[in-house]
């Protein structure tokens, strides 16, 4: 399977950057807005969980705010994109997000979409990250999540998540 391109940004996940890359994603991937659409509904959630639960924060100048620190790729082959994201984590919340996929990667589209009520109605300062988040890329992307977990050190590790979008497919929640 030929790759035919690549997008890709390593840094701060702030909003700034976070707008501009959004916008080229929105607007410039493909020549059909619904897969923009889609594209573009799965990098701000798989972006959200980067910013919220790195454990690698960036400091604003005036001490403000904290932005995670990731990555993020969009390669492009001639059936799909697949979108990956990857950050360093606290080992317990790298685990929490693991065992979150496997879950969610068991669950029907029906079932999926009553988790995600649950998962509302539970407090929202629950330990560990992409709540509701990665039950709403896999509904988008109408595929699975995989992930990865690399023990980096006794208190945290490198998670990486991985979405596919079949370009063909016309089937979005």
């Known amino acids: 399977m030929a790759e035919y391109s690549t997008i890709s ?6 909003g700034a950057v976070l707008s501009a ?3 080229k994603v929105e607007t410039s991937l493909t020549e059909n807005p619904k897969l923009n659409k ?4 799965i990098f701000v959630e798989l972006a959200q969980n980067i910013a919220l639960y790195s454990s690698d924060k960036i400091v604003t100048d005036d001490k403000t705010d904290f932005n995670g620190f ?3 790729l969009i390669r492009e082959y001639s059936d799909k994109y697949e ?3 990857g950050n360093m984590a606290f ?6 997000a693991s065992e979150k996929c496997d879950k969610i990667n068991t669950l ?8 995600k009520r649950e998962l509302r109605k539970s407090p929202s300062n629950q330990k560990g990250g992409g709540n509701i988040g990665l039950v709403q890329v896999v509904l988008t992307a109408n595929n699975s999540i995989t992930h990865q977990v690399i023990e980096v050190d006794t208190n945290h590790s490198f998670i990486i998540f991985s979405v ?3 370009k063909n497919d016309e089937e979005s929640e």
Do not use: C, P, V, W
Not at 108 to 113: A, G, K, T, W
């Open 9 to 14: 940004y390593s840094g701060a996940f702030d």
């Open 83 to 85: 979108l990956i994201a």
């Open 108 to 115: 029907s589209r029906e079932d999926l979409r009553q988790y």
């Open 91 to 96: 080992k317990e919340d790298a685990t929490i």
């Open 70 to 72: 990731g990555i993020f």
């Open 21 to 23: 890359f959004a916008k």
């Open 38 to 41: 889609k594209i573009f509904k």
């Open 164 to 166: 596919d979008i079949i």
